[in-house]
């Protein structure tokens, strides 16, 4: 046998935390991990602030806030659709879905979570 063939082979570290994933339910509407993001980041940064901070206003009406949340869902996605050239109906209203249904999940979670 030659020598080669028992040389131990060097142990890689992996990262505590690595890289995040190029695909994922985002890759199926047409949107990269970055437009996704931005997506969802708009919507909730206005949920949880428009018309002051979400947790300042616990317990009252939240009608606005939500409305206005979920209103700029449409052209936000489809900018950053058509800004990557995926623009497509089919493309436009996936994109739509999933973020209002992440987004409905997340902040729903959170007024749970400060009502208790």
Known sequence: MPAEAHRPVPEQKSPLIGPLPRNGPWSAVGLDLR???????????????????????????????IVVSYTVIPPV????????????LANGLAAITLIAL???VLTAGFELILDV
Request: glycine share 10%; no cysteine; charged share 15%.
């Open 102 to 104: 992440i987004k409905f």
């Open 35 to 65: 437009s996704f993001l931005v997506a969802l980041g708009v919507t909730l940064l206005i949920y949880l602030f428009f018309g002051g901070s979400v947790w300042a206003h616990l317990g009252r009406d939240d009608f606005a806030r």
């Open 77 to 88: 996605v489809l900018l950053l659709l058509w800004q990557r050239g995926t623009l497509s």
